[in-house]
């Protein structure tokens, strides 16, 4: 992981009265936060999130991914980890976040999702404060935050993945996941018009395929929403994927040249070029605060 300012335990206690602004030192680049979402389950969502961590982490980004299921996180399983603590104990306020961060192979780390977890919207005040509030902090240290959300178009995760500057929505051929995809597109995209929308066209037999698959559901959006959507690239279908995990490890580690690999690794390559972090950019936090005290996440 590439070296920058290092990063302070994460604290969830209140802070006290602000510095005058006129002492007050100008405030570090915050990461850029990128939402990977799916319509369905079973697209290859969590997958393609673990490996894009690590193909931004080898372009010299500090990058943090958020496993964002409440219910039925598993991205520490694609990872071979075990970790003791999760956004359970954040919420919960017995630890906080610096306390669970887990490194993960290829150099990001990992903010291990919750099982059975009640809805962020069930959340008191202080508790989404508490969150929001120790989410913004860590994004003032790292490069990228990845927030892998669970699959559907729940309210909660359309709030989360709305909030984010630029949203990748994970697909593959089959007409039911593209029917999903493109419900997932119609509703971002009214919760928040401003998002930036990128597909990501997952298990095709080659780029013929995928750009098929890419100018239909592209251009259904632009007709029927007047959305822009961007197509990121695709993922081949790889028999090295289903291997890597079954064995626990990410494709990208576990067969770094196979064609899969290659390919996800030219998204993280098109992703540096859409997204550089910005001083004082807090967007993100302020948007997802203000949505849930709506009760946008119910």
């Avoid at 992981?1 to 602000?18: D, E, I, Y």
């Avoid at 039911?176 to 919760?191: N, P, S």
């Avoid at 490890?249 to 997204?275: N, W």
Wanted: hydrophobic share 45%; charged share 20%.
């Amino acid at each position: 992981m590439v070296a920058g300012p290092s990063r302070p335990a994460v604290s969830t206690r209140p802070r006290g009265g602000a510095a005058p602004a006129a002492s007050a030192p100008p405030p570090p680049p915050s990461a850029a936060v990128l939402a990977v979402v799916s319509g369905k389950g079973g697209v290859g969502k969590t997958n393609f999130a673990v490996n894009l961590a690590i193909g931004l982490s080898r372009r010299r980004r500090r990058v943090v991914l958020i496993d964002g299921d409440l219910g039925l996180a598993n991205a520490d399983v694609l990872c071979n980890l075990r970790p003791h603590f999760t956004l359970a104990h954040v919420i919960a306020g017995t630890h906080s976040l610096d306390q669970i961060i887990t490194p993960a192979p290829g150099g990001f780390e990992l903010i291990p999702g919750a099982s059975g977890v009640g809805r962020l919207a069930a959340l008191g005040e202080f508790e989404r404060a508490r969150l929001i509030g120790s989410l913004e902090e860590l994004g003032r240290y790292s490069d990228v935050m990845i927030l892998d959300c669970p699959a559907g178009i729940s309210p909660t995760v359309i709030s989360l993945a709305s909030a984010a500057e630029r949203a990748v929505v994970v697909t593959t051929p089959e007409p039911t996941a593209l029917t999903d995809a493109y419900a997932m597109i119609k509703v971002l995209w009214q919760q928040r018009s401003g998002v930036a929308i990128d597909l990501l066209v997952n298990q095709v037999s080659g780029g013929a395929e995928a750009e098929a698959v890419g100018r239909r559901l592209v251009g259904v959006a632009e007709k029927f929403l007047d959305c822009p959507v961007g197509r990121l690239g695709y993922v081949c279908r790889d028999p090295n994927i289903p291997a890597a995990v079954r064995a626990r490890r990410p494709v990208m580690i576990a067969s770094p040249r196979c064609p899969a690999a290659a390919c996800i690794d030219r998204a993280a390559e098109a992703l540096i070029r859409q997204t550089a972090p910005a001083t004082g950019r807090q967007g993100f936090f302020s948007r997802v605060a203000g949505l849930l005290a709506r009760g946008g996440g119910r």
